[in-house]
């Protein structure tokens, strides 16, 4: 069993459900924080989606139980019905009603609850996912990412205790995931509930998760802090061609006259274009594993201006058998480097070695 103790049962989300069927087992234990972003990770079939409806009792498990934040919803004693679970799901395809326009698709949650249950409120959530513009189109008048957003907003007024999301960006194409990803990068910040996000993109769990549980085959492999696993080399997670560190930063400054902002982390710092973010804001930083190169010195009169100092940790072989994953700490915090065998060999890189990242993109998240 995956059971993070440190955790208090008021803050923590608390997951144990075994079931068999015909053609699939799922047996999976987990704990994961009561409030942010938990992303479900893993391949077609790994179980997320059987996951997510045993919790929302849309699926009777063999055995089990579920705790959210102190409250029990199912166990072998009792097991709260679907409509009793104070839930709201969103799916892959937004659903809306197309005889309603968008204000009336999302009073369509929001009138469905009693006024002393509310607690999210419509303006707030217009602002929040960008809907202001849009209150009186119909369905038909809106993009992908759009739809999807009102599907969002629909589902936040109904004032849930937790959110549920089965991949609520698949059917989106690369414009449409573009266009919703950064409102979903800030609605995190708004709300007091925690979201289980379940997903197959690594890119959108770097983006949006603060917390990782990786399923494979009806199973938990691993579960804890984001960026814990996504530099561990033990897990393929780490092996994927999008494998990518997301740390944790402050900004610390501004350059306007070179369009450049600055942010550090654990003592070492680096150049982001200018976000207008104020001083001080904390920040997360997405650092792609084939965008990191290292040096034996600090680098000098080269146009890759973010370089600071890392030691080596491990160094395991890659999924190509010409290449090498380097996890390397700075600070209390990691990072990913996919080199060369050869690379590793005449530079004589080794773990324990001080040496130099050179980072030749850094994407900012807020």
């Known amino acids: 069993m995956l059971v993070d103790t440190s955790l208090p049962l008021e803050q923590r989300i608390e997951a144990r459900f075994a079931l068999q069927r015909k053609d699939f087992g799922l047996d999976i234990s987990f ?10 990770f893993g391949p077609s079939g790994s179980g997320k989606t059987t996951l997510l409806r045993c919790i929302a009792g849309l699926e009777k498990p ?40 968008v204000r009336e698709n ?60 089965d991949e609520p960006l698949a059917s989106l194409d690369a414009n ?21 996000y379940v997903s197959h993109s690594p890119q959108e769990v770097q983006q949006l998760a603060d917390y990782l549980v990786l399923l494979e085959e009806g199973r938990v492999v691993a579960a804890g802090e984001l960026n814990a696993l996504l530099t561990d080399p033990q897990l393929s997670i780490a092996h994927f061609a999008e494998a990518a560190a997301v ?72 999924r190509e058998p010409s290449q090498m994953l380097v996890r390397c700490e700075v600070g209390g915090q990691h990072l990913l480097a996919r080199l060369t065998r050869r690379s590793i060999h005449l530079l004589k890189i080794e773990v324990g070695k001080k040496v130099y990242a050179q980072v030749k993109s850094v994407a900012l998240m807020k």
């Open 247 to 318: 740390l944790e930063a402050t900004v610390i400054g501004h350059d306007k006259a070179f369009h450049l902002s600055s942010l550090a982390f654990d003592g070492a710092e680096v150049s982001v274009s200018y976000n207008g973010l104020p001083l001080g804001h904390k920040a997360r930083l997405r650092i792609s594993a084939r965008d990191v190169s290292l040096a034996l010195v600090q680098p000098q009169q080269i146009s890759i201006s973010n370089s600071f100092a890392v030691r080596v940790v491990s160094i395991d072989p890659d």
């Open 106 to 165: 999302m009073l369509y949650g929001w009138r469905r609850i009693a006024a002393r249950q509310r607690k999210i409120h419509f303006d707030d959530v217009s602002a929040w996912l960008g809907l202001e513009t849009l209150l009186e189109h119909r369905p038909e008048q809106l993009s992908g990412g759009q739809r999807q957003r009102v599907a969002i907003a629909r589902a936040l007024l109904t004032s849930p205790e937790l959110l549920l999301m």
């Open 31 to 40: 704990t994961a924080p009561g409030r942010g972003v938990t992303a479900l």
């Open 176 to 196: 449409g995931k573009a266009e919703i990803l950064p409102y979903l990068e800030s609605l995190w910040q708004q709300l007091d509930i925690p979201v289980l």
């Open 62 to 101: 063999d055995s089990g139980h579920f705790k959210i934040n102190g409250h029990c919803w199912h166990d072998a004693h009792k097991s709260l019905a679907v409509h009793r679970r104070p839930i709201a799901y969103v799916f892959q395809e937004a659903s809306l009603f197309t005889h309603l326009n």
